[in-house]
């Protein structure tokens, strides 16, 4: 991967152009990093509210017609259903592993085939969460595992 960054005062705002042949997983990765740095997700903890940065996000599961946010420093409770985050997430690398569960791709550790085409999903902080076979390939196909 080639990196070009062009430093000049005649530019009033930061444009990031980029060409490639097509579309790779390291280069979803470079772009979902991007997206997550501006990305804010408003999220309640014992009655307080939080902005929380998209980039601290490991996980998010829905529970009982609740959802919850899970971060390093934390378990967040937001107002959202888990299809609005979703959509809202998944550019941001956030992929759909179960019905009720959204993982950050690159909270991912380890992936172990289990029974049934399921996946046993290993994350950074050694929760082990476990991927439906209906969403396995789909997991497969955004972390370029074929």
Do not use: H, W
Not at 11 to 32: D, N, Q, R
Not at 64 to 82: I, M, Q
Not at 125 to 134: D, F, K, L, M, W
Request: net charge neutral; with cysteine; glycine share 6%.
């Amino acid at each position: 991967m080639k990196i070009e960054i062009n430093i000049d005062d005649k530019f009033e705002e930061t444009c990031i152009s980029i060409s490639c042949k097509g579309l790779t997983p390291e280069l979803e990765k470079v772009l979902a990093m991007m997206r997550i740095m501006e990305k804010k997700l408003v999220a309640v903890r014992d009655g307080e509210t939080f902005l929380l940065e998209v980039s601290e996000i490991i996980y998010i599961e829905a529970i009982d017609r609740r959802t919850f946010v899970y971060t390093k420093g934390g378990v967040y409770e937001s107002g959202l259903r888990l299809y609005e985050l979703e959509e809202q997430l998944e550019e941001c690398g956030f992929v759909r592993v179960s019905k009720s569960c959204l993982v950050k791709l690159q909270a991912i550790r380890s992936l172990k085939s289990d029974i049934n085409r399921r996946i046993r999903v290993t994350l950074d902080n050694g929760e082990v969460i476990i991927a439906s076979r209906q969403y396995a390939d789909g997991i497969k196909r955004r972390l370029g595992i074929t």
